[in-house]
């Protein structure tokens, strides 16, 4: 049983449900949705201005100094590309328009760069799908599918797992010691681009390279955190659903979700018994028919093990976890995903913004950077949706209010070096646009803005609308 009702809440614990139902009802009176949806664009357009009038035409803004930084020293349009969506989405339609005919007109991957099929996989490929899907312009699936096409070569390994890097001009791939998160979080843009053009090599090698992943699994059922694509075998067991593995596990679910992949869904399902089995850490106040059951109490964490014999290893999770909860209650296992938001909200809370690393047992920081991280208003706003409680309206907006205080700058918004003394450092990753303000602004937007029974997000936050047949 994943999740009880009201009803059931209410008979067996009546104080609880009456302490519930009061403090729901205050935050839904104290959390203003419109004037936080204003707040949001507002603070969406701050930054898109930065950007357009310092480093319009190159990749990424550097918001302290002022300058910019290209990722292959050549523009592919990074930020353009991976915030079209969005302003689409915000309801910036005439900048979007014009943002849109930019890149129509000078994008062009005809270039001599090795890129990170991963990275050029989920903020290119996918946001030119999604827009795409926004306006129906064939010039941005023309592009998407001239993208792939250059990107198909990394698939031309002994196993069929993907390289890490690959040249869109030569088609040469380096970097044979690769991750899940690599190999396995492919399928989403991949398999889309075959849907809309109609060629199923895009969904076949990005299929079997999460089934490749999938194959690799240690005998009790989980995966390690480097992989070498050639041989097929592990260089570093250490499992978790941190960063080089979290998104392996994002897109079990959601090609099941989004393709109705029988397989997908037999693959997801054995690996997250595992997870559960050997990566859950309970708090001292928390068992394990709290977790199954009607109240959820305590501490719920999913920190390391080694793939093999399940030994914890490390007790760390972090902003990239964060994403999780949001995972779990698209599953409908509502009852892990609120105590595991609650458990990062706590991360939060610590120091008013979230670490990249942190020890749950300690208590203290390992990785103090915060480089904008969208997870945890990602798995907010997923939680809001699936169970309406005004709790995590509540919990966006402490967030948000957060965000803007430690994170803004002069021009636009920079990530923090430290959250404990939350100096900034001088970078704005596109994800910005991409992730973090979305959620926020669908979280707090009016609910008719987007259904989320009706799309599928890529880990980058580009939604996904099923518009073929099987």
């Known amino acids: 049983m994943k999740n009880l009702g009201t009803f059931q809440i209410t ?7 009456t302490l519930l139902l009061l403090t729901q009802t205050s935050m839904a009176q104290t959390v203003n949705r419109k004037i936080l949806t ?30 910019c930084r290209d990722w292959y020293g050549t523009p592919v349009l990074m930020t353009a590309v991976d915030s079209l969506d969005s302003l689409y989405l915000l309801g910036f339609k005439k900048e979007a328009d014009a943002t849109r005919e930019y890149i129509a007109k000078n994008l062009n991957f005809d270039k001599d760069i090795s890129v990170q099929n991963f ?47 690959v040249n869109l001009k030569t088609g040469k791939t380096r970097e044979p010691i690769s991750n899940p998160a690599e190999t396995g979080t ?21 299929k079997r390279a999460l089934v490749e992943t999938y194959k690799r699994r240690s005998p009790i ?8 694509v050639e041989t097929g075998k592990w260089t570093n067991t250490d499992s978790h659903v941190s960063a080089e593995i979290d998104s392996y596990y994002e897109y079990l679910l959601k090609c099941s979700l989004l393709f109705g992949d029988k397989e997908c869904q037999t693959m997801w399902e054995d690996s997250i018994t595992k997870v559960h089995t050997h990566l859950a850490d309970e ?18 964490w999913y920190g390391h093990a080694d793939m093999n014999t399940g030994r914890r290893t490390a007790t760390t999770t972090g902003a990239l976890d964060a994403f999780f909860p949001g995972v779990l209650a698209l599953d409908g296992d509502l009852n892990r995903a609120r105590a595991l938001q609650d458990s990062m909200f706590k991360m939060w809370q610590a120091h008013g913004i979230e670490p990249e690393v942190y020890n749950y047992k300690s208590g203290k920081v390992v990785h ?80 008719k803005t987007l259904d989320l029974n009706k799309v599928v997000f890529n880990t980058e936050a580009h939604p996904i609308r099923k518009t073929w047949k099987n």
């Not at 023309?142 to 390994?157: E, K, N, Y």
């Not at 059922?221 to 070498?228: D, M, P, Y």
């Open 11 to 17: 008979k067996a614990f009546p104080l609880v449900a």
């Open 38 to 67: 204003e707040e949001v664009k507002a603070e969406f357009r701050h930054a898109w201005n930065g950007y357009k009038q310092y480093c319009w035409g190159h990749d990424d803004l550097k918001p302290l100094s002022k300058t």
């Open 119 to 165: 990275e050029i996989t989920i903020r290119i490929l996918g946001g030119l799908l999604s827009a795409y899907q926004i306006t129906n312009d064939k010039r941005l699936l023309d592009l998407a599918d001239d993208l792939g096409t250059r990107l198909l070569p990394v698939f031309d390994s002994p196993t069929g797992l993907p390289y890490k890097y």
């Open 186 to 206: 492919l399928i989403i843009e991949f398999g889309t681009l075959s849907k809309l053009t109609g060629k199923p090599v895009y969904y076949e090698k990005a």
């Open 221 to 228: 059922g989980l995966v390690g955190t480097n992989i070498n």
């Open 283 to 300: 708090g001292e106040n928390m068992s394990r028919k709290n977790v199954t059951g009607p109240v959820v109490i305590g501490d719920l």
């Open 368 to 447: 103090g950077g915060y480089p904008l991280r969208p997870e945890i208003m990602e798995s907010t706003y997923i939680l809001y949706q699936k169970t309406k409680d005004p709790k995590y309206l509540a919990m966006g907006e402490t967030m948000w209010r957060d965000f803007v205080k430690h994170c803004r700058t002069e021009i636009a918004y920079a990530g923090l070096k430290n959250v404990e003394t939350k100096e900034k450092t001088d970078y704005m990753h596109s994800f910005l646009f991409a992730e973090t303000f979305k959620y926020f602004y669908l979280l707090f937007a009016p609910e």
